[in-house]
């Protein structure tokens, strides 16, 4: 199967898998989104995660992170960008703030993939991949 956004599809996967209450959830791995799981770790939206080799490129399990039975975590948003080709890219000024700083813009630069917080601090731009609240 052909996925047009991988970065979408992760994250549609999580959010899926988490109004499913799924413990976890698997996702083919490549170290963008490793990276993004990495944030997403380090922010507090999911649990844990880790890479599993299949043998062929991989798979990144994710486990879920739940407040209590009744109140799931807020999961990621969907991604920004439509399709490879319409990527914006933004100055490290121009970086948008989400829900006026309580949630996060993940953002590819020359330095890594970062939150947006993380990007301003180091004076750096680059394309945002997504918003997570």
Request: positive net charge; hydrophobic residues 40%; glycine residues 6%.
């Amino acid at each position: 199967m052909h996925i047009t956004d991988p970065i979408a599809d992760m994250l549609t996967r999580i959010r899926n898998a988490n109004n499913a209450k799924h413990d976890t959830v698997d996702v083919p791995a490549s170290n963008m989104k490793k990276s993004i799981a990495q944030i997403l770790l380090d922010e507090g939206y999911i649990k844990n995660f880790q890479l599993i080799d299949d043998g062929t490129q991989g798979v990144i399990r994710i486990t879920l992170k739940y407040r209590s039975p009744a109140r799931r975590r807020p999961s990621p948003a969907c991604a920004v960008s439509a399709s490879p080709a319409c990527a914006c890219t933004r100055a490290a000024d121009e970086l948008p703030r989400v829900l006026r700083g309580l949630g996060i813009a993940i953002v590819s630069t020359s330095k890594g993939v970062m939150t947006d917080k993380k990007a301003r601090e180091a004076h750096v731009g680059g394309e945002v991949l997504a918003f997570v609240w």
